[in-house]
């Protein structure tokens, strides 16, 4: 049996609920709460949560000095924003930083003043690893001569189960090279997009409340109350007969952040990756036309605007500062002991989905510290 976790909780065996975007509650997946944070607290380590780092610079004797706040779930409101939390200071030997393309780079530029040597390629080469959605409504399928509707199921196992490669100019393709895979959702959002077929719900409990009137009128008994009662919800053609889309490949890293009032800006325009997106968008149109589905794009499409779980760079690892911020081994140029281990060391995307990658290079990372006896 597997020991438990951080938390005390067992891993259990996947449920199919199609909650793996949300969260598992299974412990199903192989998430850091059940591996490193697990693992490191086995060893000893202390992991701190709820806090927030301020700021931090380089300390006159070597390292670093960190400030953070430790935020209190049961404080009131109006003192969560961190105004009225002391700030508790901590002294870093090597001081890694693992806030994610957003969260590193921003605290980076936060505290650029106090780290003088800072690459001028900071904020640079922000993607959204070439992230796109949209949707298969309706699919169909001949059997029998019968037209009828093509059972999908996406709520329905894992959220992610296969995926097609189209391949780049680099290995055969004509273009820049993409993935397109399916993608499920919770079970309890089935009923949800169910409940948009609203033209089709008014009618069946129109027709319901009118037979109900009618069976009053005339005293009818012999009713099938259950059987109606389902028909209220319909045949769940729409919900079962539905596939989002997810492709992910080589957009345009021409992106920049900055900061503006104290806030994180990202300056990333479509138009500049346009044809690699619109060449992604053929082969999902592709897809919906082999099964019969109609084929709908995301809403802010049409404002040119794509949705990314994949941002990645901002702090891009280069041979030298002139090309980025962190070396090949994710320390900062001119910042010894100073690292960076998360997606916004990529300097561009990665294609696939980007976490394996990120673990990869932060695994190459740590390896790299334990070599020179940086623990």
């Known amino acids: 049996v597997e020991r438990p976790n951080l938390h005390g909780r067992t891993r259990l065996t996947c449920r199919l609920c199609g909650e793996c975007n949300i969260g598992c509650n299974y412990g199903s997946k192989n998430t850091l709460d059940y591996n490193y944070l697990t693992e490191a607290q086995t060893l000893g380590v202390d992991i701190r949560t709820l806090c927030e780092v301020r700021d931090f610079a380089p300390a006159a004797g070597g390292g670093y000095t960190v400030r953070y706040v430790q935020h209190e779930p049961d404080l009131p409101r109006e003192q969560t924003g961190g105004k009225y939390l002391e700030h508790i200071e901590l002294a870093a030997t090597h001081l890694v930083l693992g806030a994610g393309a957003l969260g590193s780079t921003f605290l980076l530029m936060k505290n650029r003043d106090r780290l003088p040597a800072l690459s001028d390629s900071l904020g640079t080469r922000f993607c959204d690893n070439g992230d796109l959605i949209t949707f298969l409504l309706r699919a169909r399928e001949t059997v029998d001569g019968k037209k009828r509707g093509r059972e999908l199921f996406p709520d329905h196992g894992p959220v992610i189960t296969s995926a097609i490669r189209v391949p780049d100019s680099l290995d055969g393709g004509d273009g820049p090279g993409f993935y397109v895979e399916d993608s499920g959702y919770p079970s309890f959002a089935s009923w949800m997009f169910q409940e948009s077929d609203a033209p089709g719900e008014v009618l069946r409990f129109t027709r319901f409340a009118g037979e109900r009137m009618w069976d009053r009128l005339t005293g009818n008994a012999e009713t099938n109350l259950a059987g109606e009662l389902a028909g209220l919800w319909g045949d769940s053609d729409l919900s079962s007969t539905t596939l989002p889309l997810l492709g992910m490949g080589r957009d345009n890293p021409n992106g920049k952040m900055r900061l503006e009032d ?20 053929d082969t999902m149109h592709d ?16 404002l040119n605007r794509v949705i990314t779980v994949h941002p990645l760079g901002g702090v891009p690892m280069g041979r030298d500062a002139t090309e980025g911020v962190v070396d090949s081994f994710g320390e900062v140029f001119g910042h010894p002991g100073l690292h960076v281990a998360d997606g916004s060391v990529m300097p561009g995307p990665v294609g696939a989905n980007p976490s394996l990658t990120i673990a990869a290079l932060a695994d190459r990372f740590a390896e790299r510290m334990v070599e020179q006896g940086r623990t």
């Open 262 to 281: 104290g806030l994180l800006e990202v300056d990333w325009v479509l138009e500049d990756s346009r044809p690699y997106f619109e060449r992604v968008r």
């Open 287 to 302: 897809i919906a036309t082999v099964l019969e589905a109609d084929f709908v794009d995301n809403p802010i499409w049409y």
